[in-house]
């Protein structure tokens, strides 16, 4: 077995919870696994998209030489609808889990830097660290609603100070769950300062101010490639309603798509316009 197989292995039996020292839940940002209702409710959305799309580019074959459909048209046109249904549904999933994790780790790094900004503020107010973290978990309580990420994550390190755990080695633990290299990197440089005995007002400050910066750029970035990618989805969904608009407005044109050379066309068509989707979706996914 390959080393990238054997990652990917790891990486899919890795738990979606750990339980931190004090007996809290904690999460894992770098997995996601869809419940059962979950996973059967996103496979019916893309399969009857998929079957409807299928229908739409390949119904009809198998008419006679009068145009009647026949039972073979029937058979295949319910085989390859639901081919492209479960194909469509089968794929779906694994992209929807993609984007959940994509959209959490978005959230948790806007709210972890709203952390740094308020610790920051109390930290320049002359409060001590310990008390800093006590005070941001107040004044973070007051912004965001119950779930939210960043509240979970200082309840579990204000938990973990109260019951004498060190407070560098819950913010290690938060980093390693985080998946993401700013909350890792601040987790170790914050272990070095802290033990060391270096400016944790100024570590922290310096963490935020880059951590700003990142976030502007990539906005400014998504700015400038969001009409990019509207386009992308329009060309995507354009040669779908194309066909859709010839098989109601011009049924006896669209005759020819049944046809071989019709069946043929529309599948190397189907091809490129798929093989562009990501090449497009590759280019225009700028990491920051």
């Not at 894992?28 to 209702?37: A, D, E, F, S, T």
């Not at 984007?99 to 972890?112: E, G, P, V, Y």
């Not at 407070?167 to 987790?187: M, P, Q, T, Y």
Request: charged share 25%; aromatic share 10%.
């Amino acid at each position: 077995m390959s080393k990238e197989k054997k990652a990917k292995n790891k990486k899919e039996l890795e738990p979606q919870y750990y339980v931190s020292a004090t007996g809290m839940q904690t999460l894992n940002y770098k997995v996601y696994y869809m419940k059962p209702l979950e996973k059967i409710i996103y496979f019916i959305i893309a399969f009857a998209v998929g079957a409807a799309v299928g229908y739409l580019f390949y119904g009809g074959i198998g008419k006679d030489e009068f145009g009647q459909p026949t039972k073979l048209t029937y058979t295949l046109n319910v085989i390859i609808s639901s081919a492209v249904g479960l194909f469509a549904g089968i794929k779906f999933i694994p992209i929807r889990t993609s984007q959940i994790i994509a959209s959490r780790a978005k959230k948790l790094n806007s709210q972890f830097r709203d952390m740094l900004e308020a610790l920051n503020t109390s930290l320049g107010a002359g409060k001590n660290v310990v008390d800093s973290f006590h005070s941001v978990y107040d004044d973070l309580k007051m912004q965001y609603d119950e779930g939210a990420y960043i509240l979970k994550e200082l309840e579990i390190i204000v938990s973990g100070m109260a019951n004498n755990i060190d407070l560098e080695d819950l913010l290690e633990d938060f980093g390693r769950r985080s998946g993401n290299d700013d909350i890792v990197s601040f987790a170790n440089v914050f272990k070095i300062s802290y033990r060391k005995g270096g400016n944790i007002k100024e570590t922290i400050r310096n963490t935020y101010e880059i951590l700003t910066d990142k976030m502007e750029i990539r906005e400014e970035i998504e700015t400038v490639v969001t009409g990019n990618k509207s386009e992308q989805n329009i060309m995507i969904v354009m040669p779908i309603a194309l066909i859709g608009v010839i098989k109601m407005m011009s049924p006896d044109f669209a005759a020819n798509f049944t046809t071989l050379t019709g069946v043929i066309s529309t599948t190397v068509a189907v091809i490129l316009f798929v093989i562009a989707y990501f090449i497009g979706k590759i280019v225009l996914d700028i990491k920051v």
